[in-house]
């Protein structure tokens, strides 16, 4: 990955970076007279929980705050919030993805209130793509025409890609979903990101093999990243051949609603078995080396969230391989082209 630029400034102080929409949020409790909630919130809002709450207060309905980890919609605790006695659940900070669910849910994104009109501005003589696809993250979507708009008035084509599986706004992007920036590679020179973090760029690069700009509206940076495809698929290729000399494998599965790829995961355990490998289907919470550990396997395969063997690689002590990547080591396909995993409805 490289970088072009770091710490272009152009960020405005904000006091409320985020809407939590209470209005909405007050309407719902009281139309279905809930009598106590639950609420979950992701790790980058757990700081803002004493802005959250009010909300509940105001019309006398009592909270209970899931404070366990939250990674995205796919980790829906529907289930949880019903045990606890709770009429509905509010989820924090991510769109809907579609899951169904037990109780009534209330989906709070969480957009930011950042314009990132400047940045964008004083981003614009970086950026030298004739064709541009723009990608944001829920939390910046509501600027995306906004930004369309400005740079196409500097002269830039710009594409915006459909909604793909997960994803519910067009130009959104989510770590298992990249579809509408795949979708749209092959009609552009690279992509505009919006958003703070290295997480979704690096994913469109990756999935795309373009060259991301990412602009963080918050901080006024921005970055270039290329897909530093020689060395990640090194990487990844080193993966398998470490896993292919293993004999005893964990298919692993999420209980995480949007986790829960069983047919996935029960395909891939018999592909191993019919390769004559030893295969068992691993279901977990949490997907972390404390909990595979003990098993004493030779490798894993996660069918559970798609990033886990991307980013998280490092954590475990014997290899990790995507779906994709098991097949490659069982020879069904060939490494290149390579294709990023990514959760698709015939999986679940
Ligand atoms: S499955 Fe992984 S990438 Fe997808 S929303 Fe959940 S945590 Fe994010």
């Known amino acids: 990955m490289r970088k072009l630029r770091e710490g272009y400034?152009?960020?405005?102080?904000?006091?409320?970076?985020?809407?939590?929409?209470?209005?909405?949020?007050?309407?719902?409790?009281?139309?279905?007279?809930?009598?106590?909630?639950?609420?979950?919130v992701p790790a980058g809002l757990k700081q803002y929980l004493s802005k959250i709450t009010?909300?509940?207060?105001?019309?006398?309905?009592?909270?209970?705050?899931?404070?366990?980890?939250?990674?995205?919609?796919?980790?829906?605790?529907?289930?949880?919030?019903?045990?606890?006695?709770?009429d509905v659940l509010i989820h924090y900070g991510h769109a809907d993805i579609g899951l169904p669910t037990c109780l009534p849910t209330l989906y709070v994104e969480a957009r930011m209130k950042v314009d990132p009109s400047d940045v964008i501005k004083q981003a614009l003589p970086e950026v030298k793509f004739r064709r541009l696809g723009l990608v944001t993250s829920v939390q910046h979507i509501g600027y995306l025409t906004k930004v369309a708009e400005l740079l196409r008035a500097g002269g830039i084509d710009v594409v915006i890609g459909k909604p793909g599986f997960m994803a519910k706004y067009p130009g959104q992007v989510l770590g298992c979903d990249l579809g509408c920036a795949r979708s749209i590679a092959g009609r552009v020179d690279g992509f505009l990101y919006i958003g703070t973090g290295e997480f979704h760029p690096l994913g469109v690069a990756l999935a795309t093999?373009?060259?991301?700009?990412?602009?963080?509206?918050?901080?006024?940076?921005?970055?270039?990243?290329?897909?530093?495809?020689?060395?990640?698929?090194?990487?990844?290729?080193?993966?398998?051949?470490?896993?292919?000399?293993?004999?005893?494998?964990?298919?692993?599965?999420?209980?995480?609603?949007?986790q829960a790829r069983f047919k996935l995961a029960m395909k891939l355990a018999g592909e191993l078995k019919r390769a004559g490998k030893v295969a068992h289907v691993?279901?977990?919470?949490?997907?972390?080396?404390?909990?595979?550990?003990?098993?004493?396997?030779?490798?894993?395969?996660?069918?559970?969230?798609?990033?886990?063997?991307?980013?998280?690689?490092?954590?475990?002590?014997?290899?990790?391989?995507?779906?994709?990547?098991?097949?490659?080591?069982?020879?069904?396909?060939?490494?290149?082209?390579?294709?990023?995993?990514?959760?698709?409805?015939?999986?679940?």
């Open 9 to 40: 400034r152009g960020g405005k102080e904000v006091t409320q970076l985020y809407d939590f929409e209470d209005e909405k949020v007050r309407r719902f409790l009281k139309q279905r007279e809930v009598k106590r909630a639950a609420v979950q």
């Open 282 to 348: 691993l279901v977990v919470d949490e997907v972390g080396p404390e909990e595979l550990g003990d098993f004493g396997l030779d490798g894993f395969i996660c069918a559970a969230c798609p990033r886990i063997p991307i980013d998280d690689a490092e954590r475990f002590e014997r290899p990790i391989l995507t779906p994709f990547e098991a097949r490659v080591m069982l020879g069904k396909t060939k490494f290149e082209p390579y294709q990023m995993d990514g959760a698709i409805k015939e999986d679940f």
């Open 54 to 86: 009010p909300a509940f207060e105001d019309v006398g309905v009592e909270v209970l705050v899931l404070a366990g980890s939250c990674y995205g919609a796919c980790d829906l605790a529907d289930v949880k919030a019903r045990q606890l006695g709770c």
């Open 209 to 258: 093999g373009k060259w991301v700009l990412a602009i963080n509206p918050v901080s006024g940076g921005l970055k270039a990243l290329a897909p530093d495809v020689g060395i990640f698929l090194q990487r990844r290729k080193a993966m398998i051949a470490r896993a292919a000399a293993g004999e005893r494998f964990g298919v692993i599965v999420s209980t995480k609603p949007g």
